[in-house]
């Protein structure tokens, strides 16, 4: 089970931070990511985090956006800092029990519910 908060609205060039809450992790390689999709849009990769704490990033986020986790709390965090207008979005997380993390929707099969972030 994947349950995100902290999404809200900011000004653009705000900073807002995403914390995903999930149930315990046992598998010996996973990925976790960070999706987006904006109203009317498909949904898009933002950032993934393997079990070894490697990180890969969109093209769009990248410089502004960090992820990162905390294995002792089961928590996965994504720090948007500079953002924009068009980072406005439904953020969800997601989670695949894999080694080599993949920033494609298909890659992932558990989602949570998602947090809306809205950059004026």
């Known amino acids: 089970q994947l349950v995100e908060s902290g999404g809200g609205s900011v000004e653009a060039g705000g900073s807002l931070k995403l914390t995903c809450t999930a149930s315990?992790?046992?598998?010996?390689?996973?990925?976790f990511g960070w999706f987006r999709q904006a109203a009317g849009q498909g949904r898009e990769g933002v950032a993934t985090?393997?079990?070894?704490?490697?990180?890969s990033y969109s093209a769009s986020v990248k410089g502004r956006f960090t992820i990162s986790r905390d294995n002792v709390k089961n928590t996965l965090y994504l720090q948007m800092n500079s953002l924009k207008p068009e980072d406005t979005a439904m953020y969800y997380c997601?989670?695949?029990?894999?080694?080599?993390?993949?920033?494609?929707?298909?890659?992932?099969?558990?989602w949570g519910q998602g947090t809306q972030v809205t950059v004026s």
């Open positions: 997601a989670f695949e029990a894999r080694f080599g993390c993949l920033l494609r929707v298909d890659s992932f099969s558990y």
């Open positions: 315990r992790v046992t598998y010996s390689g996973y990925c």
């Open positions: 985090i393997d079990t070894s704490g490697s990180t």
